[in-house]
């Protein structure tokens, strides 16, 4: 550890939201050039602690130091003027603008500006950086990978000294991960100061350099990476032990559930995102599909969900074809649970309260509707059950879901979409962002549904979660499924290769 002074200090932060106390006298230093781990669970007071770093909430009480000075930091601009750039987990962008539009908005106010020149500037930098992008490409045509650049960029182009990265790898490859912790050493080299916040303990320890863990809002440790372990970094996050491997039983072969032949899905502009692909799925079997994200797995998967219709092809849900079925039809008359990639935007209705985001599939039926009036007992009993059950940590049903921390808004989705025992299940992406606790939960969940006879398509990035959870397991590239095989013969090396759009050997 270095014996300077801290480039950043924080000194009994404390953040109160009425009674609640979402930041408890947080103390940390991170030292200037380093790249410092920040790990807890959901709902432990990351995000609170990096919104007032970054101007978005005041503190209650407390002191925040930048190279020994103390600062006031009353506003996001104030943020930015002081060197600090956050690149968000969901990212801050408008999609109908360019990449160079994106990353100068809010900074020039002249009146004749040069956007050939900004490019130029913008292209140069972002080659120094090794982060390569075309600065005059529309932000929404792009890959989700190389939109983060752009939110990067975006935060080295206000000449930010201290960036804070949340769950910056979510959504990449493991070369492209490669790549940017590649890109992440060498702005630490050159004396950027970097926060990295992940649920992903491998990645912290290769990359860090010293991790602080918070829980329950408070620092329970700050250790130097090479006086750590995994396992004791799990235990000081939550608690307790944690199952980071679970325990998956072999199954015998059982009836298909779901048959997909020779399925094309168009976009808006009628071009194939998904084409010629072909599988089943049984009962009791976990068909994983790999592949980086934009390769047609979120289309493939709302075509079998029925929120999109396909072009050519067919769908047969226990023999039944239900290829040109409607979303309500299949959620009226098929057992099927749909966990959608974004929990925000596709999963919850952030204004609604958890109580009613929970029977958002079933509000007209009995026992939660009775001659069209919501039968507010039993929608409050079912709620209460269900937090129960999964464990959803929240003081009353009736707080907005978006007021619950990410892992806590997957398992409402989780608890709606598992209830009545579905057949099928289609999960996209259903631990993405979770802290390792509510990762084992949901885990957890789906094996048993697995162990009781559904079958589930399950769409990740996570190399590791597909090899460890997937009976079988299919790569999507540019729409198609370029292998299928057994989990038990992959490897994380064939996969990401075929990712990447290497071709399976004959």
């Known amino acids: ?5 801290p480039y950043l200090r924080l000194d009994r932060i404390t953040k109160r939201f009425g009674a609640f106390t979402a930041n408890d006298q947080i103390s940390m230093a991170v030292q200037a050039g380093s790249i410092h781990a920040l790990l807890g669970e959901n709902g432990a007071g990351k995000s609170t602690l990096m919104q007032i770093l970054c101007g978005l909430y005041q503190p209650t009480a407390g002191q925040i130091y930048l190279n020994q000075q103390p600062v006031t930091i009353a506003s996001p601009n104030a943020a930015i003027a002081l060197g600090i750039g956050m690149i968000h987990q969901h990212f801050m962008l408008v999609p109908q603008l360019s990449v160079v539009e994106n990353i100068i908005l809010g900074t020039d106010f002249s009146l004749q500006l040069n956007l050939p020149q900004k490019a130029a500037e913008i292209a140069a930098m972002a080659t120094a950086y090794g982060l390569p992008v075309d600065p005059l490409a529309i932000v929404g045509d792009l890959p989700v990978g190389t939109q983060q650049r752009v939110e990067i960029l975006k935060a080295l182009y206000r000449r930010a000294q201290l960036l804070i990265l949340d769950e910056p ?17 060498q702005l630490a080299a050159q004396n950027h100061t970097i926060i990295f916040i992940s649920h992903k303990l491998e990645e912290v320890m290769s990359l860090c350099d010293e991790v602080t863990v918070l829980r329950r809002g408070q620092v329970v440790a700050t250790l130097p990476i090479s006086a750590t372990t995994p396992p004791q970094l799990v235990e000081l996050m939550v608690g307790r032990d944690v199952v980071l491997t679970p325990e998956k039983r072999d199954r015998p072969p059982a009836a298909v559930v779901l048959e997909v032949d020779r399925l094309q899905v168009e976009d808006d502009r009628r071009v194939p995102v998904v084409q010629d692909v072909s599988f089943s799925l049984r009962a009791g079997e976990i068909l994983g599909v790999a592949g980086v994200d934009g390769n047609g797995q979120r289309e493939l998967a709302d075509a079998i969900a029925g929120l999109v ?8 849900y226990q023999g039944q074809d239900i290829t040109r079925w409607s979303r309500p039809q299949r959620v009226r008359q098929l057992k099927l649970g749909y966990i959608p990639a974004d929990r925000q935007k596709m999963g919850l209705v952030l204004p609604f309260s958890i109580a009613r985001n929970l029977i958002l599939k079933a509000f007209q039926s009995l026992p939660f509707c009775r001659r069209w009036i919501l039968q507010r007992q039993a929608i409050a009993t079912h709620a209460h059950t269900a937090i129960q059950d999964f464990d959803i940590r929240a003081t009353d049903a009736a707080l907005k879901v978006s007021q619950l921390s990410g892992g806590n808004q997957q398992k409402v989705v989780l608890a709606r979409e598992l209830a009545g025992q579905p057949d099928l299940i289609i999960a996209m992406q259903p631990t993405r962002g979770l802290d390792v606790g509510a990762t084992e939960a949901v885990q957890t969940a789906l094996l048993a549904e697995r162990e009781r006879g559904a079958a589930i398509l399950y769409i990740s990035t996570e190399l590791e979660e597909l090899l460890t959870l997937s009976d079988r397991i299919a790569v999507m590239f540019n729409g198609r499924f370029v292998a299928l095989l057994d989990a038990p013969t992959a490897t994380r090396e064939q996969l990401g290769y ?9």
């Open 1 to 5: 550890m270095s014996d300077s002074p």
């Open 169 to 185: 790898t979510a959504v990449l490859t493991p070369p492209e991960i490669a790549q940017f912790f590649m890109v992440l050493r």
């Open 309 to 316: 219709l396909p072009s050519q092809g067919t769908i047969h």
């Open 498 to 506: 075929w990712m990447a759009g290497g071709l399976p050997t004959p």
